[in-house]
């Protein structure tokens, strides 16, 4: 009995070792799998993200682009090829690839899709988008007697009350009756009255008007 104890003991050391090594190897051969398969997803190059759009403002219902607006042409893959462009007093802008293009008249939707038609023919299936970062073409004015007389950007609906309250009201010899409204339709000048006075104690507010781009207040 005891030479049967030590004969399985001996058995058991004997065997013991090559356990230990066909447990060893199978670990590294899985080690070993992984790693080129963890290296190769490292060397993977990430797909590239969206560019940082540049600030822009938010523009008016009905907007259009005009002369002097400042817009970012922003190119998503050939980030290269972006740009800020100032529209010229003749309504075109300059493009990478496209030189000049007609931008004014144009919502800004129109032109990103005329961007992308033209640039499609030098990149293949091309991301633009358009961002309106000044609005300097819808301008009105306010002259006589308010505090600050001048030109203002027209970038919301702005009524004429709102106008003169920007222009820090009116000044003490100011005929708050008789202020009008100078402003083209159908290609001709037309004066539209305004009484404050009126306005400002809530009686006929309809003439309390939205102002369009170029309207000037003029307060005697």
Same mark, same amino acid.
């Given at each position: 009995? &005891?030479?049967?104890?030590?004969?399985?003991?001996?058995?058991?050391?004997?065997? &013991?070792?090559?356990?230990?090594?066909? !447990?060893?190897?199978? #670990?590294?051969?899985?080690?070993?799998?992984?790693?080129? %398969?963890?290296?190769?997803?490292?060397?993977?190059?990430?797909?590239?993200?969206?560019?940082?759009?540049?600030?822009?403002?938010?523009?008016?219902?009905?907007? @259009?682009?005009? %002369?002097?607006?400042?817009?970012?042409?922003?190119?998503?893959?050939?980030?290269?090829?972006?740009?800020?462009? %100032?529209?010229?007093?003749?309504?075109?802008?300059?493009?990478?690839?496209?030189?000049?293009?007609?931008?004014? #008249?144009?919502?800004?939707?129109?032109?990103?899709?005329? *961007?992308?038609?033209?640039?499609?023919?030098? @990149?293949?299936?091309?991301?633009? /988008?358009?961002?309106?970062?000044?609005?300097?073409?819808?301008?009105?004015?306010?002259?006589?007697? @308010?505090?600050?007389?001048?030109?203002?950007?027209?970038?919301?609906?702005?009524?004429?009350?709102?106008? *003169?309250? !920007?222009?820090?009201?009116?000044?003490?010899?100011?005929?708050?009756?008789?202020?009008?409204?100078?402003?083209?339709?159908?290609?001709?000048?037309?004066?539209?009255?305004?009484?404050?006075?009126?306005?400002?104690?809530?009686?006929? !507010?309809?003439?309390?008007?939205?102002?369009?781009?170029?309207? /000037?207040?003029?307060?005697?």
């Amino acid at each position: 009995m &005891l030479r049967m104890r030590e004969t399985s003991r001996r058995r058991l050391l004997v065997a &013991l070792p090559a356990t230990i090594l066909v !447990l060893a190897t199978s #670990g590294a051969s899985g080690v070993m799998a992984q790693a080129p %398969a963890a290296e190769a997803a490292a060397q993977t190059p990430a797909a590239p993200g969206p560019p940082d759009l540049p600030v822009g403002v938010v523009p008016p219902a009905g907007y @259009v682009i005009g %002369a002097e607006d400042v817009l970012g042409v922003v190119f998503w893959r050939e980030k290269d090829l972006s740009v800020d462009a %100032a529209v010229r007093p003749d309504g075109m802008v300059t493009v990478p690839l496209l030189n000049d293009i007609q931008a004014a #008249g144009l919502t800004p939707d129109q032109l990103r899709e005329r *961007i992308r038609t033209g640039a499609a023919k030098f @990149v293949e299936d091309p991301t633009v /988008t358009v961002v309106v970062k000044a609005i300097n073409s819808r301008k009105v004015f306010i002259m006589g007697l @308010v505090a600050r007389p001048g030109q203002y950007p027209l970038t919301q609906p702005t009524s004429v009350m709102q106008l *003169i309250a !920007l222009a820090g009201g009116l000044q003490e010899y100011a005929d708050s009756k008789k202020i009008f409204i100078m402003r083209t339709e159908n290609g001709e000048q037309v004066a539209k009255p305004f009484n404050y006075q009126d306005v400002l104690n809530r009686k006929n !507010l309809t003439q309390n008007i939205n102002l369009a781009p170029g309207d /000037t207040i003029v307060v005697p």
